[in-house]
């Protein structure tokens, strides 16, 4: 394994089911909800996290959103999952269904190839 490797990016893709609580507010106060009451915390608690929504519940009853998790190491991953723990987010504007965090290529990385993936041409 080369010495200059440097810790890989840590993914999760957070499966979540939406609450009556966060249905029953309107979008402009679901906008004000999560940047009042989500987003501080975050960015108070972590760095190196960036996030993507996907909305899935025209393709899934048990699963409504899909939150995907980009942190810049192991670290702010948990530090991220442990500011959501302590807001709204977790539990009362969503159930948090399920958690699958990896490693992109993790593989490759293991074994220095390069990564075989599908490439659009």
């Known amino acids: 394994m080369p010495a200059d ?29 999560f940047t009042t009451n989500v987003l501080p915390v975050i960015e108070a608690r972590t760095h190196g996290v960036r996030s993507r929504f996907y909305d899935t519940e025209f393709y899934s009853a048990r699963v409504t959103d899909i939150w995907v998790w980009e942190a810049d190491d192991h670290d702010a991953y948990r530090l991220l ?17 399920d958690l699958v965090v990896g490693i992109e290529n993790g593989y490759a990385r293991t074994y220095g190839l390069k990564p075989l993936a599908t490439v659009a041409t």
């Open 5 to 33: 490797r440097t810790e890989p990016q840590v993914t999760a893709f957070m499966l979540v089911k939406t609450m009556p609580e966060w249905l029953a507010m309107t979008v402009a106060e679901r906008i004000q909800a």
């Open 81 to 97: 999952i442990d500011a959501l723990r302590e807001t709204p987010f977790w539990d009362r504007y969503f159930e948090v269904v």
